[in-house]
């Protein structure tokens, strides 16, 4: 079973920026596709980045020009630059590996809040 371990959560003022880290137990580049999703408190769950095993991106609307998903092969970690935070940008945020065609894991999710 694969684990998906998040760091780099915290509280940053509006107009801050944040880099989340997921490290994977396993090659990251052997997965369909890793994203990043998010989900505020009473709302469901949105998916924010996604990037697949050839390296395609992909963005929410809501954060597209200012979230960058990166992955680092040496470390098998996934990263989720954001920058231009917003105090709607928090939530909890989710690491996601589309593991096999029939296969997932998610992380435990780590906390980012936006405040001043």
């Known amino acids: 079973q694969v684990q998906l371990v998040e760091s780099g959560g915290g509280l940053v003022q509006p107009g801050g920026s944040l880099r989340l880290s997921c490290a994977a137990s396993e090659n990251i580049f052997n997965f369909y596709v890793m994203s990043w999703h998010r989900q505020a408190p009473e709302k469901q769950r949105e998916l924010v980045a996604s990037i697949t095993s050839g390296g395609g991106t992909a963005y929410a609307d809501s954060v597209k020009g200012r979230f960058t998903i990166s992955r680092d092969k040496s470390k098998n970690t996934l990263y989720l630059q954001m920058g231009s935070l917003k105090p709607e940008d928090t939530a909890v945020y989710y690491c996601?590996?589309?593991?096999?065609?029939?296969?997932?894991?998610w992380g435990q999710g780590t906390q980012v809040t936006v405040s001043s």
């Open positions: 996601h590996a589309k593991t096999t065609i029939v296969g997932e894991t």
